[in-house]
T-cell receptor, first 119, second 115 residues
Framework: GAGVSQSPRYKVAKRGQDVALRCDPISGHVSLFWYQQALGQGPEFLTYFQNEAQLDKSGLPSDRFFAERPEGSVSTLKIQRTQQEDSAVYLCASSSPPWGTNLAKNIQYFGAGTRLSVL | AQKVTQAQTEISVVEKEDVTLDCVYE???????LFWYKQPPSGELVFLIRRNSFDEQNEISGRYSWNFQKSTSSFNFTITASQVVDSAVYFCALSEGSNDYKLSFGAGTTVTVRA
């Protein structure tokens, strides 16, 4: 597709349920990022992939959060045993080259996000 | 500590007015990048501009202009002759040092342009 695609757009979960959020990056983009955006706040970094390798997961808030990108394209963010504080918009971004190899192209292009509401 | 501060929470203007969005950043790195993104009601973040710390030249793109001043650690954004389609949340962001893939966003400024 032309842009970063995320699904579902909206997800309602009961506290304690597991959820999986999907991100389809722009075709050919090597770098992929996940961010969490709480209501009324700016996005906060969660994790970074280069191809299938997860190079930075320092922003994941707890061990209930897990991200994967097994074939270096589509990525899934999984949240186990969801809590109310997990309610947020989860944004995915992608970038063309391996980060740092082409400064001119180090731009992150974002999807529209998945709005997660935990009841 | 907050690395990017957008002091204005909301700004409301009438169409054709100019609007300036303030952004103040904090970093100890000499190499860093500053960004502005627009988030319309549809939710996706739309990239507007990136500047590196070594280029203080102001930039103009159509009705948009940016003023980067290292002396005051500011990277302000002006929309000239605003239009209703400019209504959105605008975010300023910083990336720095060896982890410059990690964007640190401000809290955003909501701009409402009234017809």
């Amino acid at each position: 597709g032309a842009g970063v695609s995320q699904s579902p757009r909206y997800k309602v979960a009961k506290r304690g349920q597991d959820v999986a959020l999907r991100c389809d990056p722009i075709s050919g983009h090597v770098s992929l990022f996940w961010y969490q955006q709480a209501l009324g706040q700016g996005p906060e970094f969660l994790t970074y992939f280069q191809n299938e390798a997860q190079l930075d997961k320092s922003g994941l808030p707890s061990d209930r959060f897990f991200a994967e990108r097994p074939e270096g394209s589509v990525s899934t963010l999984k949240i186990q045993r969801t809590q109310q504080e997990d309610s947020a918009v989860y944004l995915c971004a992608s970038s063309s080259p391996p980060w740092g190899t082409n400064l001119a192209k180090n731009i992150q292009y974002f999807g529209a996000g998945t709005r997660l509401s935990v009841l | 500590a907050q690395k990017v501060t957008q002091a204005q929470t909301e700004i409301s203007v009438v169409e054709k007015e100019d609007v300036t969005l303030d952004c103040v950043y904090e970093t100890r790195d000499t190499t860093y990048y500053l960004f502005w993104y627009k988030q319309p009601p549809s939710g996706e973040l739309v990239f507007l501009i990136r500047r590196n710390s070594f280029d203080e030249q102001n930039e103009i793109s159509g009705r948009y202009s940016w003023n980067f001043q290292k002396s005051t650690s500011s990277f302000n954004f002006t929309i000239t002759a605003s239009q209703v389609v400019d209504s959105a949340v605008y975010f300023c962001a910083l990336s720095e040092g060896s982890n410059d893939y990690k964007l640190s966003f401000g809290a955003g400024t909501t701009v409402t342009v009234r017809a």
